[in-house]
T-cell receptor, first 113, second 114 residues
Framework: QQQVKQSPQSLIVQKGGISIINCAYENTAFDYFPWYQQFPGKGPALLIA?????SEKKEGRFTISFNKSAKQFSLHIMDSQPGDSATYFCAASMSNTGNQFYFGTGTSLTVIP | NAGVTQTPKFRVLKTGQSMTLLCAQDMNHEYMYWYRQDPGMGLRLIHY???????AKGEVPDGYNVSRLKKQNFLLGLESAAPSQTSVYFC?????????????FGSGTRLTVV
């Protein structure tokens, strides 16, 4: 059973556009929600993360929006660039379980010039 | 460079063969993990360790064994490989005092079982 559900599976965006990836979870014990970025042939790398006590976190062109009551969170990439083309994974974790993360199924983002 | 190193990077096995994947980290992290990545399935946790000499099962542990004899190393073993174990395997590490930094992942091992 997938603990974290991610959509869409793939996304194509024009350069300069906004990319939006959505995730949903059921377990209210999750208290940490990171996003990872993975380029082909590489391991995932932490992009940005949020805790449920805030509704939004922004780092440069990347923003996480968090809706605790709906148990949903999303990644917004503003002014998308071809270099952003990668696979993005959302994840969730409970801080008292050995930092064990549950990952979404991934979104393949392609930004076309 | 500091980080997580996985060996080998590629391997082809015949059904029934055994092998060990090695993960080494030089960041003095307490926690280490083995994930497998399959198309449309995301990353699924196989086994993890919260310290030297300790291991625990993740979501998909069947067919795998692990050992953490030294803090810096985490070994993943396949005793009798099956085609269903064809996947990309990632090792990761983290520290309980650096939770917000998430995982540091290795670059992966692509395993094909024929």
């Amino acid at each position: 059973q997938q603990q974290v559900k991610q959509s869409p599976q793939s996304l194509i965006v024009q350069k300069g556009g906004i990319s939006i990836i959505n995730c949903a979870y059921e377990n209210t014990a999750f208290d940490y929600f990171p996003w990872y970025q993975q380029f082909p042939g590489k391991g995932p790398a932490l992009l940005i993360a949020i805790r449920p006590d805030v509704s939004e976190k922004k780092e440069g062109r990347f923003t996480i929006s968090f809706n605790k009551s709906a148990k949903q969170f999303s990644l917004h990439i503003m002014d998308s660039q071809p270099g952003d083309s990668a696979t993005y994974f959302c994840a969730a974790s409970m801080s008292n379980t050995g930092n064990q993360f549950y990952f979404g199924t991934g979104t393949s983002l392609t930004v076309i010039p | 460079n500091a980080g997580v190193t996985q060996t080998p990077k590629f391997r082809v096995l015949k059904t029934g063969q055994s092998m060990t994947l090695l993960c080494a980290q030089d960041m003095n992290h307490e926690y280490m993990y083995w994930y497998r990545q399959d198309p449309g399935m995301g990353l699924r946790l196989i086994h993890y360790s919260v310290g030297e000499g300790t291991t625990a099962k993740g979501e998909v542990p069947d067919g795998y064994n692990v050992s953490r004899l030294k803090k810096q190393n985490f070994l993943l073993g396949l005793e009798s490989a099956a085609p269903s174990q064809t996947s990309v395997y990632f090792c990761a590490s983290s520290s309980p005092g650096q939770f917000v930094y998430g995982y540091t992942f290795g670059s992966g091992t692509r395993l094909t079982v024929v």
